[in-house]
C-alpha cells in the first residue's frame, strides 16, 4: 500500500543552524502538509502546498520556514535559523484531493539544543 | 475559525469490552468532513473513520463507529469490542468542504486510550 514516506527519523540540531525535512507523497496525490506536534499538545498546521506554490500557511509559518517540491517527488520543509522552539515532531502529509482525509507520514522528530 | 475539542485527554478499557471518544467542533459552515485518526505509538497517525456532515448517517467501519450530532456539534468515537491493538493517541480532525474554504486539517489535542488485558 503507498506510503508518505519521512526522513529524517530524528535530527539534532543546534540553535541557528539550518534544517531540512524531507517527505515522499504518495505518487498521484496533488495536495502536500506539513503539520508539527510539540511535545504534548496539539497536532498544529504550518503549510500547504498546491501546483508548485503555497496555498495555505498558518501565523507558524514565517519567514524562516519555506517548502518546496524539487524535483517532482520530493517535498521539503527548510527551516532556515532554528530556534529552541521549534522541537517538536514534524508530520509530512499528502492528499488526492482538496478534500477528504490527508495521509501522513511516521513524522521527522527535530531536536533543536 | 473553526476548532476541536477533545475533552478527555485519557481513557482507559478494559480488552473486550466498549469505550467511546467525545469530540465537540465549532464552525459556521455546513459543509465539511470530520474525522478520527489513530497514532499508534509508532507514531504514524492513520485514518479510523470519516464522516461527511451531509449524510445523517452515522459512519461505521468494522468495531469502529461514530454518533454525529450536526446540531450539536458533536461527532464521538464509539469503538466496540476494545482490542490491545487499539491503545494509541486518536484525535479528532475537522476538515472544510467549502470550495473556497481552507484545505487544511483542524485537530483536536487527543485522547490517550490505554487498553487493559
Known amino acids: 500500500e503507498p506510503e508518505v514516506t519521512q526522513t529524517p527519523s530524528h535530527q539534532v540540531t543546534q540553535m541557528g543552524q539550518e534544517v531540512i525535512l524531507r517527505c515522499v507523497p504518495i505518487?498521484?496525490?496533488?495536495?502536500f502538509y506539513w503539520y508539527r506536534q510539540i511535545l504534548g499538545q496539539k497536532v498544529e498546521f504550518l503549510v500547504s502546498?498546491?501546483?508548485?506554490?503555497?496555498?495555505?500557511k498558518s501565523e507558524i509559518f514565517d519567514d524562516q520556514f519555506s517548502v518546496e517540491r524539487p524535483d517532482g517527488s520530493n517535498f521539503t520543509l527548510k527551516i532556515r535559523s532554528t530556534k529552541l522552539e521549534d522541537s517538536a515532531m514534524y508530520f509530512c502529509?499528502?492528499?488526492?484531493?482538496?478534500?477528504?482525509?490527508?495521509?501522513f507520514g511516521e513524522g521527522s522528530r527535530l531536536t533543536v539544543l | 475559525a473553526q476548532t476541536v475539542t477533545q475533552s478527555q485527554p485519557e481513557m482507559s478499557v478494559q480488552e473486550a469490552e466498549t469505550v467511546t471518544l467525545s469530540c465537540t467542533y465549532d464552525?459556521?459552515?455546513?459543509?465539511?468532513?470530520l474525522f478520527w485518526y489513530k497514532q499508534p505509538p509508532s507514531r504514524q497517525m492513520i485514518l479510523v473513520i470519516r464522516?461527511?456532515?451531509?449524510?445523517?448517517q452515522n459512519a461505521t467501519e468494522n468495531r469502529f463507529s461514530v454518533n454525529f450530532q450536526k446540531a450539536a456539534k458533536s461527532f464521538s468515537l464509539k469503538i466496540s469490542d476494545s482490542q490491545l491493538g487499539d491503545a494509541a493517541m486518536y484525535f479528532c480532525?475537522?476538515?472544510?468542504?467549502?470550495?473556497?474554504?481552507?484545505?487544511?486539517?483542524?485537530f483536536g489535542k487527543g485522547t490517550k486510550l490505554t487498553v487493559n488485558p
Open positions: 502529509a499528502s492528499s488526492p484531493g482538496h478534500t477528504g482525509e490527508l495521509f
Open positions: 505518487s498521484n496525490h496533488l495536495y
Open positions: 502546498f498546491y501546483n508548485n506554490e503555497i496555498s495555505e
Open positions: 464552525t459556521s459552515e455546513s459543509d465539511y468532513y
Open positions: 464522516q461527511e456532515a451531509y449524510k445523517q
Open positions: 480532525a475537522y476538515r472544510s468542504l467549502f470550495q473556497g474554504g481552507s484545505e487544511k486539517l483542524v
